[in-house]
T-cell receptor, first 114, second 110 residues
Framework: DGGITQSPKYLFRKEGQNVTLSCEQN?????MYWYRQDPGQGLRLIYY???????QKGDIAEGYSVSREKKESFPLTVTSAQKNPTAFYLC?????????????FGSGTRLTVV | DAKTTQPTSMDCAEGRAANLPCNHS???????VYWYRQIHSQGPQYIIH???NNETNEMASLIITEDRKSSTLILPHATLRDTAVYYC???????????FGPGTRLSVLP
């Protein structure tokens, strides 16, 4: 079955460490996105990519980095520069050639800094 | 900023229809209205979308007013599993990204 997979589901990080969250899709979608969600809040866009080897900053890109070397994969690195990284991270993908296409979301990664 | 306004929370009795309102008074003529929901600790799930006409699928119905300034998502027979946060989103522009506001927290009560 086609879908979008995030791993791991739970991640613990020590302060000062970088950590990478995985996102893989087999939907043949062009675009991929990373969102952050804090408790009781909506989703905030971190980075997005509409084509391989290209990506753009979203609203809260500081302290994060991404790469898009393959169409299927869009990993997110949370760097030590991110002041408050504890949050729920969601990856999504979509086609981009039509208004009618919505997003397909993964099941999320919950990151906790210990 | 989100282009929509939704109530913070709503309750609905199990088995009854849940009607979730959304205001989008600044919507432009070629923007669609999308609805997603997010069950606790999961990724958001697509429900339905529409432009002008009312839409229905196996999950819900979407009623859009004639002036397109507001819409209502209807879950015809709410169950406990429909308890979730529901997001109403207006697609800003072609190729632009969805903006998720805080949504409406729907609690379906037994």
């Amino acid at each position: 079955d086609g879908g979008i997979t995030q791993s791991p589901k739970y991640l613990f990080r020590k302060e000062g460490q970088n950590v990478t969250l995985s996102c893989e899709q087999n939907l043949n979608h062009d675009a991929m996105y990373w969102y952050r969600q804090d408790p009781g809040q909506g989703l905030r866009l971190i980075y997005y990519s509409q084509i391989v080897n290209d990506f753009q900053k979203g609203d809260i890109a500081e302290g994060y980095s991404v790469s898009r070397e393959k169409k299927e994969s869009f990993p997110l690195t949370v760097t030590s520069a991110q002041k408050n990284p504890t949050a729920f991270y969601l990856c999504a993908s979509s086609m981009i050639d039509s208004y009618n296409y919505g997003y397909t979301f993964g099941s999320g990664t919950r990151l906790t800094v210990v | 900023d989100a282009k929509t306004t939704q109530p913070t929370s709503m309750d609905c009795a199990e088995g009854r229809a849940a009607n979730l309102p959304c205001n989008h008074s600044t919507i432009s003529g070629n923007e669609y209205v999308y609805w997603y929901r997010q069950i606790h600790s999961q990724g958001p799930q697509y429900i339905i979308h529409g432009l002008k006409n009312n839409e229905t699928n196996e999950m819900a119905s979407l009623i859009i007013t004639e002036d397109r300034k507001s819409s209502t998502l209807i879950l015809p027979h709410a169950t406990l599993r429909d308890t979730a946060v529901y997001y109403c989103i207006v697609r800003v522009n072609y190729g632009q990204n969805f903006v998720f506001g805080p949504g409406t927290r729907l609690s379906v009560l037994p």
